[in-house]
C-alpha cells in the first residue's frame, strides 16, 4: 500500500506539476522570441440541447466526427460552455432535460456503457468542470464498435485539453443551501394511541390505552413521562445544511506542448444536529486531474492523463432515518433529565452521576427494555464512522502520423490503469440507556427509580470493515483512415482491437470484453453518405463453438439541402436525413458463466428411501445442458432528420427506431415435460436456452430556436424522448390470457382490481371467496376476473407501465435570456406515462407498525361514503396491503429544475490587471413540481428528505 501511494504521488507530481511549469516557460519564451507561434485562442462552441450547426465537432466510437457530416443516433452537449450559464453540481443532472433520447437511460434500454475519455469508468468520480462534452450514442451503428457491453448504448465523456493559448486560470466558487421539500408526517402518541385502540375493537379485542393515558400524552406537560417524540423537529434536526465548492483550472501550451489541469474540492453537510452528527456527519471529495498533449516530432505524438480522487463520507452509527419511520412516538424518551430525580433517591442519583454520557451536563440516555439502543442513544454515545475511498486512473496514448507511408494513414494507441479502493473506518462505542420509574408528588412528576440497560465502554480502537477494491485496465489499438479524392470523395476508414478487463473485490470473474472493429465511410461531396461500422465480438460465457459473432451495421445520409431543388431555399438551410440498421450480439444480460452446462449436486444422505435404517446418497440433476447457446441480438432500424431553418432561427433534429433483443437467455420449464423437474427429491433437466424476445420503439427530437428583440437574446430549446416497450416473445403457460406477459410492456406493474370497500357482512357472504386471509367490512374488495368464484393471484391484471427505465414521455424546455451582461437561465423538466405503487410502510400500516396521517382517512362505519384507506388491524392485512390499482398513482409530473441570474462584469473594468474576467452568479435548483401526486413525489421515507438546492457562486479567469 505503501508503494503505490509514493507511485500515485510520483505520476501526479509529473502529470501536473513540471508540464505546467515548462509549458508556461515555453510560452514565455515563444512570446519573446516568436509572437506569431501564439495563436488567438479560437470561440468555442456554444451550448446545445442536442448537435447543432455551431459544434464543430462531435465524438463518436473512436473518433470525432465533423457535425455536417455526423449520421444521426447520436446527441451531443457542450457542458464546458453550459457551464457558464447553468452552475450544476452533478454530471448527469439534468441530462434529461438537455440531451434527446436520454432519460437517465437510452432508448428504454438500462445498463448503458459510460466511457471517459474512451475507457471505462465511474461516472460518478468526474465533476462537471473536468468535462468538455458529453455524448450519448444511441443506435446500433454508433455503438458497434464498442462490441457486447455497448449494446444497450454508449454515454462518453470528453474531457477538457489545454490549446495553443497563454496560460489561463479559471477559479470557480460556489456556496449553498439545501433546504427540505417535505419530511413524512406521522401521528403523535396520544392520537396513535386512540386510533391503535380502534383497531384492536375492529379485530374484536378490548382497548390497550385508557383515556386517561391518552389524556396524559395529549397534555404535553411532561415529554419525558409522557413523550411524543418527534423525529423531524428543529430539536434534532437542522432547517438546512450547507454545500461548498471550489475550482480551479490551469491550461494553456504552445503547439508542441498543451496542458490541462483541474483541481476541486467540495463538502456537503447534514441536516442531523445533535450529538457525535454535529461534526461527524456528512462528506468531502477532493479531485485533481492532468491531461497532456505533447507533439514529439512530425510523425510521433503522445498524451499523458492521469487523475486522482478521494472521498470521506462521514456518519454515525445508526439509522436515524430508517427510526424515524418506524419507531412509535411513545416507546420511549430520549433523554432523561437528572433534576427531575427525587432529591432523596440516593441510589438513582449515585447511577446517574457515575454515567460516562451525561448529555448538555443535565441529561441521561432514554430507552428500555425493548430499546436498549436506539437512534438517538447511538448518535449521542455510539461513536462514528467514515467512509473512505480513494481512485487513482491513468492513460496514455500514442498517435503515429503514416501519411509518409500512405497518406491519410495514421495509427492510435490507448492504455489505461484504474485502481479504486473503499472501505469503512468506524469507531463503536457501547452505552447505557435508562428507563425512569415515575411517582407524582401533589401534582408534581418526579423519578423515583433507574433501571440501566447496557454498558458504558469506549474501546478506542478503530474498526475497519468493508474493504473493496476495482482494477480496471483497458487497451485499444487502430488504424485510421482519412482521405479526400478529387475534392469531392471523402474516404474513411478504421481497423481496430479494444478490450478491457475490469476485476472487483469478491467477484471471481472479472468483467472482460474484447472485439474487433472495423469502419469504413464515404460521402461524396458532403451529400450522399455511407459508413459501415462492425465488430467481432467475444464471450466466454458460451460454448466453446458459439464464443465469436459478428456485428454488422450500415448507416446511410443524404443531404437534401444540397440538392437544386432546395439549394436555393429561403427556408430551409439545412435538410439531412438518415438511415441505419445492424444486428449487435452480446452477453450484456447473461448473468453468469457456464449455464449452457449441466450440472449435478451432491446429496450427502438427507433422507431415508426405506425403513431399513440405511440413508440415501443422490447426486442430483440440477440443470440441463445446451450445447447450442448463443448470443441475443439486438436488432434494429432507424431513421434521422436534421436541418435548420430560416438562416438558423430554427434547428432541429428528431430519431425513429424500432428495436428488438431476441434470443435472451432464460430457463423455460413450461417448454418441456413436466416429468423433467421435480420439487422432492430436487431434480431438473430444464437447460438454459435463447427464447424470450423483446420490442422497444420510440422518438426523440430536439428543436432550438433562437432570435434577437430589441436588446435582448432569446434562445428556447425544447427536448423529447418516447418509447415503447413490449415482450414479445415469453415462455408461459397461464391459465389466462389476460395473465400472459406477452404482448405487454417489459414494466408492466401487475395487481388486483379494485372494486371499493366491503361495507358488511352481508356484502361479503355474497362476493367472491377471499384466499388472502379473513376479511371485515373496511377491507378492500377485488373483482374476480376469471369468474371463478375465489379471488386469488389468477384475477391480477395488467395496470399500467412502472417506467423502470425512465418514464415513457420525457421532455425538457430551457430558455435563455441574454441582455447586455445579465444572463438568464431556466430550465424544466417534465415526465408523464408511468404509474407507481404507494407499498411502502408510510402507506401500508398494519400491526404495531407506525401510523401515518394517511390512516386519518381510514374507513369506518361512520365514514364509509368517504373513506379513501381500509379499516385498521392489528393483524397481518395481506388481503388489503398487495399490489392492486386502489394504491396505483401517476408519477406524471413536470419540474422547474432550474433557474439561473449571472452578471459578467465589462472586461475593460479591469484593463490589464491580473484578473481578466469576473462573474458573479446566483441559482436554484428543484424549485417547483407540478404534478397530481405532488406530495407523494416529493415524499423519501426511510432516507434523508429531497431538498431545493439555493447557490451563490462566483467565477474569476486570471
Known sequence: MKQIKIISALCLAVAFLLPAAGSAQTNRQIRKNNKSDIKKEESLPEDTVFVMPQVDSVQVAFRKVAKRDLLGDVSALNLSQLLEKNYTTSTLENLDALLSGFNGNIWGMGGYLVLVDGIPRDINNIMPTEIDQISVLKGVNAVALYGSRAAKGVLYITTKRGGNYEQKVNVRANTGLNVPKSYPQFLGSAEYMTLYNEARRNDGLPDLYSQQTIYNYASGTNPYRYPNVDYYSSDYLRNSYGRNDLTAEISGGNNRTRYYTNLGYWSVGSLLNFGEAVKNSGANRFNIRGNIDVKLNKIISLNVDATASFYTGKGVNTDYWGSAATVRPYRFAPLIPISMIEPGDAASLAQANNSNNIINGGYLLGGSQLDQTNSFASIYAGGYNRNV?????????????????????????????????????????????????????????QISGLTKYGIDARSGVQNVSGSAYRQTISFSGQFNYARTFKQKHNVTGSLLGYGFNISESAVYHATNNANLGLQLGYNYDHRYYADFSGAYVYS?????????????????????????FLKNSEMVDQLKVTASAGILNTDLDINNYNLYQGYFTYNDAAWYSWRDGGLVHTFDRRRGDNPNLKFPQRREINLGLEGSLYKNLINFTASAFFSQMRGNVVQPGVLYPSYLTTGFPVYSDIPYVNYDNDQRRGFDFGI?????????????????????????????????????????????????????????????????????????PGDLKYKDQNGDGIIDTRDEVYLGKGGWMGAPMTLGVNLTAKWKNITLFVLGTGRYGAKAMKNSSYFWVDGEDKYSVVVRDRWTPETQATATYPRLTTASSDNNFRSSDFWLYSTNRFDLSKV????????????????????????????????????ILELNVNTSPQTRFYNLGVKALF
Open 704 to 776: 432550438r430556436m433562437n432570435k434577437r428583440i430589441g436588446e435582448v437574446d432569446w434562445t428556447l430549446g425544447v427536448t423529447g424522448t418516447y418509447y415503447d416497450t413490449k415482450a414479445t416473445k415469453r415462455a408461459e403457460s397461464y391459465q389466462f390470457d389476460y395473465l400472459n406477459r406477452t404482448g405487454k410492456p417489459l414494466d408492466a406493474l401487475w395487481g388486483l382490481q379494485s372494486m371499493g370497500f366491503f361495507t358488511s357482512n352481508a356484502d361479503i357472504a355474497a362476493s367472491p371467496a377471499q384466499s388472502f386471509g379473513q376479511v371485515k
Open 900 to 935: 439561473q441570474l449571472s452578471y459578467q462584469f465589462p472586461a475593460n473594468l479591469f484593463g490589464k490587471g491580473f484578473v481578466r474576467e469576473l462573474g458573479i452568479y446566483a441559482s436554484g435548483m428543484n424549485l417547483l413540481t407540478i404534478a397530481p401526486e405532488r406530495e
Open 389 to 445: 475511498s480513494r481512485q487513482f486512473q491513468f492513460n496514455t496514448g500514442i498517435n503515429f502520423d503514416l501519411s509518409s507511408l500512405m497518406q491519410g494513414l495514421s495509427f492510435k494507441t490507448m492504455l489505461a490503469v484504474d485502481y479504486s479502493s473503499a472501505f469503512n473506518q468506524s469507531y463503536n462505542n457501547t452505552y447505557s440507556v435508562y428507563e425512569a420509574a415515575w411517582n407524582n408528588y401533589a401534582g408534581v412528576d
Open 540 to 564: 466466454a460465457k458460451l460454448p466453446i463453438a458459439n464464443r465469436g459473432a459478428f456485428s454488422p451495421t450500415l448507416s446511410l445520409g443524404w443531404r437534401i439541402s444540397e440538392e437544386a
